[in-house]
């Protein structure tokens, strides 16, 4: 599969545990996105890299998430101190520069229990 | 920054009838217009897209129209199929993020 894969599929964490979520995005996609969301929503924005520099964060993001793109190919996405309101769907999705196409994975879907 | 406002919520059409979702977006430096069908437990995928310089694309019984103008834009999809239900995202991109809107559940009824 050359789509972009994210890993895991599902996550149950106990309130306060900190949790990753990677994202492997399409190899040659120098545009990488996380989005968030919950059910009856639309995507909402957290974050995107280009390469492997983060050029915007969403001011509704809390400090608790962070992000990296190491060497500009995949990603991880941190939550510390994991809330109930955490809970929901992170998807990434990567795109080849601005103005065109981008293409989701299948998400990891964050319960917090 | 951009606000997207999709409308209907949800929509309800008849085997074989069209269906339309109609979108507005704020601001004028949005220039990328795609659209996004999301089945149940799936991801969202790509369904057809549109760029400023057009008004108008067409992909078999999907179409999206596009005003710059007025700011809407807007997915046609005739002769609607049962495995065309799905929630339907519109969305708007600048040079940087997606914005997205908040989704049209469509409900083809054989």
């Known amino acids: 599969d050359t789509g972009v894969s994210q890993d895991p599929r599902h996550k149950i964490t106990k309130r306060g545990q900190n949790v990753t979520f990677r994202c492997d995005p399409i190899s040659e996609h120098n545009r990488l996105y996380w989005y968030r969301q919950t059910l009856g929503q639309g995507p909402e924005f957290l974050t995107y890299?280009?390469?492997?520099?983060?050029?915007?964060k969403s001011r509704l993001l809390s400090d608790r998430f962070s992000a990296e793109r190491p060497k500009g190919s995949f990603s991880t996405l941190e939550i510390q101190r994991t809330e109930q309101g955490d809970s929901a769907m992170y998807l990434c999705?990567?795109?080849?520069?601005?103005?065109?196409?981008?293409?989701f994975g299948q998400g990891t879907r964050l319960t917090v229990v | 920054g951009e606000n997207v406002e999709q409308h209907p919520s949800t929509l309800s059409v008849q085997e074989g009838d069209s269906a339309v979702i109609k979108c507005t977006y704020s601001?004028?430096?949005?220039?990328?217009f795609p659209w996004y069908k999301q089945e149940l437990g799936k991801r969202p995928q790509l369904i057809i897209d549109i760029r400023s310089n057009v008004g108008e694309k067409k992909d078999q019984r999907i179409a999206v129209t596009l005003n710059k103008t007025a700011k809407h834009f807007s997915l046609h999809i005739t002769e609607t199929q049962p495995e065309d239900s799905a929630v339907y995202f519109c969305?708007?991109?600048?040079?940087?993020?997606?914005?997205f809107g908040t989704g049209t559940s469509l409900t083809v009824i054989p």
């Open positions: 969305a708007a991109s600048n040079a940087d993020q997606f914005y």
């Open positions: 601001d004028s430096a949005s220039n990328y």
């Open positions: 999705a990567s795109s080849l520069g601005t103005g065109v196409s981008a293409f």
């Open positions: 890299f280009q390469n492997e520099a983060q050029l915007e």
